[in-house]
Each structure stands twice: as C-alpha cells, then as structure tokens.
C-alpha cells in the first residue's frame, strides 16, 4: 500500500481482505420481508452518508443479505460442496498466475489499468452493458475497473477464456449499494 501526500511518499508492505457489514438503515428493517422499518428518508439518507463514497468505491464487492423466515432457516440446502469451490477456487488461482507469470503480482486484484486493458478484453454486447451500467448507476472510474476485475475472476471461476456480458452482469450485481438510489 502507497500512501502519498504532498511532503511524503511511503509504501507499506499491505495486502488484506477487508470484510464489514451493517444495517440497511439506523433501525436496521429497512427491506425486510415482515417488520416495517421507522426511518424517515431523510434519516436513511444521513445514515448512509456516514460511509464515504470514495471509501466505498475502494471495496470490490459489496452485496444485500437479506433476513430469512424461520422455515427458510430451517430448510435442509443442497449445494455445492465446500470440496467442489475450493477446486474451483484452485483452478482460478492457477489460471491467474498463469496469466501473470513473470508480471511481478499473482492474481487479478492487483491488476492496473494497463494489465485491465490487456486482459479484461470486452465484446460489443459486454461493452454495452458496462457503458449502460456507468450512466446509469454514474459509477467511477474505480468503480468500472473493479467490475472489469471482478468480472475476469468471474470468468476464470468458470474457466472461461473470455468475459461474457452474463459475468459483467454478475459483477456488478455486487456494486449493490451503488443500484440502490439515493444511498451513495
């Protein structure tokens, strides 16, 4: 991590993952599927403003994880098996340092701008989405590069050589906050 200002520039060896929650809103029901959330607008509004935008626009995903009824709770879930993502998560991390081998970094997170544009190539329907999305939603252009490295891990997830608008689609399914009007 780099940290410049306008007598010093120091760089500190940093590398974490950063993992937060919160409530939707100061009562924290805002959304949910039985209580009714109290808050004003306004209040929900002055709430969110408590979370900086550029500070948000620094995290990769962010997603909505909504309350569940009991029997929801209770429900027995067939999924994939912790045995089959970890192989997956596996093959995407061979992928990657495949693809960066002698780059000086290992995995699409550390991607610049230059490497994005090498390696995050889009198809015209990709590129119409992302576009549509940036106008829409008024991202940054923080924000669009994080999609685009979000979107390439999608892909590899998958084994995919290529990104598709369906992993463009999905990345920025995890800019939640950012879809959700009047909170950023």
């Known amino acids: 991590m780099t940290i410049a200002r306008a007598s010093l520039t120091i760089t500190y060896p940093a590398r974490f993952l950063l993992i937060g929650s919160m409530n ?26 408590k979370i900086s935008g ?3 626009d620094r995290i990769d995903l962010y997603i909505e994880v909504p309350a569940l009824e009991y029997q929801e709770m209770r429900k027995e879930r067939v999924g994939e098996s912790s045995a089959a993502i970890r192989e997956r998560v596996e093959r995407a991390r061979e992928i990657q340092e ?7 970094f290992h995995f699409n997170a550390h991607m610049g ?30 924000a669009y590069h994080r999609i685009l490295k979000v979107a390439r891990t999608i892909a590899d997830l998958e ?26």
């Open 98 to 104: 495949a693809r960066f081998s002698g780059m000086g």
């Open 159 to 184: 084994g995919s050589p290529g990104i598709s608008p369906g992993h463009i689609a999905e990345a920025i399914q995890y800019r939640s906050l950012e879809r959700r009007e009047g909170w950023v």
């Open 54 to 56: 550029p500070l948000l």
């Open 24 to 49: 939707p809103c100061p009562c924290g029901y805002l959304g949910h599927p039985t209580r009714e959330c109290t808050c004003t607008p306004q209040q929900i509004r002055r709430y969110m403003a």
């Open 113 to 142: 701008v230059k490497e994005i544009k090498e390696f995050c190539q889009l198809d015209n329907p990709s590129h119409s989405l992302l576009e549509a999305a940036v106008k829409r939603f008024g991202l940054s252009a923080r």
